[in-house]
């Protein structure tokens, strides 16, 4: 997992809550649009645990009856998918295993679920929550320099991802983090459209049906945990 | 994944109620011409207040209805566009049949669970011409054209629906069924705009990515550049180069660049730029 860069002076203070359990989060910029988030216990609040057995691999728990749970959720699956890409980019098999196409397109999926990491790595303290742990990947069952096994990988993890992101949904109760997790989950159904094609061009697979799915996190979890050294525990939700 | 049914990743409860709701559309068939065509939207009206257990509140049927009318306009494009004659390679057919039969599903699906609140199918002009079919596009005389509007009616569509999420948070059912929507309109876009790129010999290179690289737009879908602009306001509705999340501006984090940062996060579009944009291909 790469060096987290500390925030630069000024541009997140209107993020980083002073004290206490208020918070800003920014729409936009503009001061009007300020969202402050007080008494947010009940939405924004409450923190996930992080119970550290002391054995190494941890025990994470999210709970979405607070906003913070799910965004924590997102923040795993984001880890997740950010730490493969840049297992693949990173491997030294990189530019021999795909066409300069392709390492283009692997490139920019790392970069985006990098993105998307680092944004709920700040946001979420932003909006009065503690952020899980730094989950620790485990990529042994993918081969890096077969292609096949990659972008099946890679399938696998933003279709995951996009049923993820759609099955949260309806757990959130802040209409702007719903708007903010709407920004990312269709990006990560560009992505699937762009794997799948590089592994079925000219078909239909890019989108395997009309309608996609939206996963509860325990389905989503069960996909996941062979990919992931830390248990995943979701609370208040199915 | 494993290949789904067209109804594959719904609440298992509205399948069972649109499959109720089939089921009194395919009897009205057996009624013969003489059926009043009058006494149909109320019996759907019945069904859909059964469907939900309620009846729908104004917006949430404002939204799904300005829905409805995008997936009308997107079934009945890919219809044509199939249908017409040596437009579309043998190669991209399968692309284009599959995008149609989404689109159709969509549509369905939007004109079922509105029942008797849906709006009519507005009669569109694929010319860009506000009806009078003089506008200036030709898809399906020109291939290449076709996929403009193909990339311009699908990204549109992504930042419509997701315009309008916020406006569902009260209906968990109709939220989630909006989001696995809008989440394969993404899908049909990324698709689109590759092939693009593959035609014009830069695949997997902006403008022609599967994602929106500051909202670049290649010089023969520059028609499309209000696409990819600010809405109103613009503060909540950024253009897609924006590079600032919830206040948060990504650019030089881990080495983002700006063209990572305004990839890596779609933006919704108010309502009425959509239907701006969208207005000279509905005639009425």
Request: charge should be negative; aromatic fraction near 8%; proline fraction near 4%.
């Amino acid at each position: 997992m790469s060096e987290r860069n500390e925030a630069e002076g000024g541009i997140l203070d209107g993020l980083r809550r002073p004290t206490g359990r208020r918070g800003f989060l920014k729409i936009g910029g503009a001061a009007a649009a300020v969202l402050a988030i007080t008494a947010c216990d009940d939405v924004f609040g409450g923190d996930d645990d992080d119970d550290d057995d002391g054995g190494g691999s941890g025990n994470v728990i999210l709970d979405f009856s607070t906003d913070v749970g799910v965004l924590n959720y997102a923040y795993a699956l984001e880890q997740l998918e950010a730490a493969f890409y840049t297992a693949v980019v990173g491997s030294a098999t990189f530019a021999a295993t795909f066409s300069a196409d392709e390492q283009r397109v692997l490139r920019d999926l790392r970069d985006h679920e990098v993105a998307h990491r680092e944004f709920f790595e700040r946001a979420i303290p932003a909006v009065g929550g503690t952020l899980i742990a730094n989950l620790t990947p485990d990529f042994s069952s993918v081969t890096l320099s077969n292609r096949q096994q990659v972008l099946q990988t890679a399938r696998t993890f933003e279709d995951l991802g996009v049923g993820a992101y759609n099955g949260a949904a309806k757990y959130l109760q802040d209409a702007t983090l719903l708007t903010l997790a709407g920004k990312i989950v269709s990006v990560e159904a560009r992505h699937a459209a762009a794997i799948r094609d590089l592994l079925s061009p000219k078909t239909g697979q890019f989108a395997p049906a009309a309608f996609d799915p939206a996963l509860e996190p325990s389905q989503v979890l069960v996909q996941a945990v062979s990919f992931i050294e830390e248990s995943i525990t979701v609370r208040n939700a199915s | 994944m494993e290949d789904r049914t067209t109804l594959g990743g719904l609440d298992p409860e509205l399948i069972d109620q649109l499959a109720t709701r089939r089921q009194a559309l395919r009897g009205i068939g057996r009624w013969g011409a003489g059926l009043a065509l009058a006494s149909v939207p109320l019996a759907l009206a019945a069904t859909a207040k059964d469907a939900f257990g309620q009846t729908l509140p104004q917006q949430i049927v404002d939204v799904l209805n300005f829905a409805l009318v995008l997936e009308e306009l997107e079934a009945e494009f890919y219809t044509l566009g199939v249908n017409a004659n040596g437009l579309i390679p043998a190669a991209d057919r399968a692309i284009f049949t599959t995008l149609r039969d989404h689109e159709v599903a969509h549509r369905n699906f939007l004109r079922n669970a509105l029942g008797g609140a849906a709006v009519a199918k507005p009669t569109f002009d694929f010319t860009g011409g506000n009806g009078n079919n003089n506008g200036p596009f030709n898809p399906f005389g020109n291939y290449a054209q076709f996929l403009v509007l193909s990339q311009g009616f699908e990204d549109l569509g992504v930042r419509a629906y997701k315009g309008q999420a916020g406006n569902l948070i009260s209906n968990d059912t109709v939220l989630t069924a909006a989001l696995t929507i809008h989440s394969v309109e993404a899908r049909h876009a990324s698709e689109v705009r590759r092939l693009r790129g593959e035609k014009a010999g830069q695949k997997e290179q902006a403008p022609y990515k599967g994602w929106i690289t500051q909202a670049q737009v290649d010089a023969a879908a520059q028609a499309l550049a209000p696409i990819y602009g600010a809405g109103n306001p613009a503060a909540t509705f950024p253009s897609e180069a924006n590079t600032t999340q919830a206040g948060l501006n990504l650019v030089g984090i881990e080495g983002l660049t700006a063209a990572m940062a305004s990839e890596a996060f779609d933006e919704p579009l108010d309502r009425q730029t959509v239907l701006n944009i969208a207005g000279p291909f509905i005639a009425g």
